[in-house]
């Protein structure tokens, strides 16, 4: 069934691609066509017998499932809405009979997952390129602070309990990769609404697994899990977190444009600093996610008045999701679902 959809998702995969990369925006009327498409070949699918109501129905409740993921990811600033809307409609044009090799009941989850292989490999190569040597040991020493190092343990040690339970809820085969992914998730959630009190927190639910789940984390399996997943989210979250610190631009304030995400806040008194360095309170603007036309018009009229005491920002190198997206959608066809699940499923006919 999948050859219905293909020039459809081939389609619009090459041409937000081009346009994220040219324009830096990713147009609804490309979208909007695209799923009107798949739309209009599910119905006569169905009309001919070839597809059924059921696979339709399942395949638009997917892609809302996807688009509400989507739209928290962007209300807290780590994805833009345009890429959200991209994933949506891939994941609605990806028949869901395509998905053979899976690591769960929700086999869309798959592509998310192959989409996030692209962009990992880019943003590594782009920042060990582009950094210099003494940039990356400086990460490397803030990623073994011990007060960082102990966060890093309690939120894996904590958080991978939690997930055991949504994996048996959601049907997932628990892995590290899943369950990195999910801490990393979580982790960023709970500094979002807790702030100062994640630390407790997570000092809380570890006392609870001590208690309720003593066991489980005393065997060899789990220590070496729970080693792998130290190290994996250590240079995640740690060095590739602090490498890319270094990674920013000087952008002037009449430089600014929609998209781009400010590494500095703005503060009450006129003056920039880190956002991570002070509280909320003092900061006029925290803007974390991408810039709207409507920031930049305030801040430039803030300078304007006399009222900001700097003349530059630093903004983070931004990123094109589009063509990355699209790659993992294309691994997720050409696999049939998971690339880890497709390798290991190839080693073993070999």
């Avoid at 040597?133 to 073994?144: G, P, S, W």
């Avoid at 960082?148 to 048996?168: D, E, G, K, P």
Wanted: net charge positive; aromatic share 14%.
């Amino acid at each position: 069934m999948l050859i219905y959809f293909l020039p459809t998702i081939l389609a619009l995969g090459i041409v937000t691609s081009y346009e994220d990369i040219k324009e830096g925006k990713i147009r609804n009327k490309y979208l909007v066509a695209a799923i009107l498409l798949g739309l209009f070949a599910h119905l006569i699918l169905i009309s001919f017998n070839i597809n059924t109501l059921n696979i339709l129905i399942t395949s638009i409740a997917y892609a809302c499932f996807v688009l509400i993921i989507g739209f928290l990811l962007w209300y807290f600033g780590w994805w833009n809405a345009g890429d959200a809307k991209l994933l949506a409609a891939f994941v609605f044009l990806t028949p869901i009979t395509t998905y053979k090799h899976t690591t769960t009941q929700i086999p869309f989850l798959e592509t998310g997952f192959n989409a996030l292989i692209p962009i990992f490999i880019y943003l590594v190569l782009s920042l060990l390129i582009n950094t210099s040597t003494k940039e990356k040991i400086d990460a490397l020493k803030k990623t073994f602070e011990p007060q960082r190092l102990v966060t890093a343990i309690m939120a894996i040690f904590s958080i991978s309990w939690l997930n055991l339970y949504l994996f048996n809820w959601l049907g997932i085969r628990p892995n590290i990769i899943f369950n990195i992914l999910l801490i990393i998730f979580f982790m960023k959630l709970l500094q979002t609404l807790l702030k100062e009190q994640t630390f407790a927190f997570l000092v809380l639910v570890s006392i609870l697994r001590i208690f309720l789940n003593t066991k489980h984390f005393t065997n060899r399996t789990f220590i070496l899990s729970f080693v792998m997943m130290i190290i994996i989210y250590l240079i995640m979250m740690g060095f590739i977190a602090h490498l890319s610190e270094k990674y920013l631009h000087k952008t002037s304030i009449y430089d600014l444009r929609p998209g781009m995400v400010l590494a500095e806040g703005i503060l009450t008194s006129g003056f920039k600093a880190q956002v991570n360095k002070l509280k909320d309170s003092e900061f006029v603007l925290t803007k974390r996610n991408p810039l709207t036309r409507e920031d930049i018009l305030k801040i430039q009229r803030w300078h304007s008045k006399g009222k900001l005491h700097f003349n530059e920002i630093d903004t983070h190198q931004t990123m094109v999701f589009a063509p990355h997206i699209f790659a993992g959608v294309m691994i997720t066809i050409i696999c049939e679902g998971n690339l880890i699940m497709f390798l290991k499923a190839a080693l073993n006919m070999g």
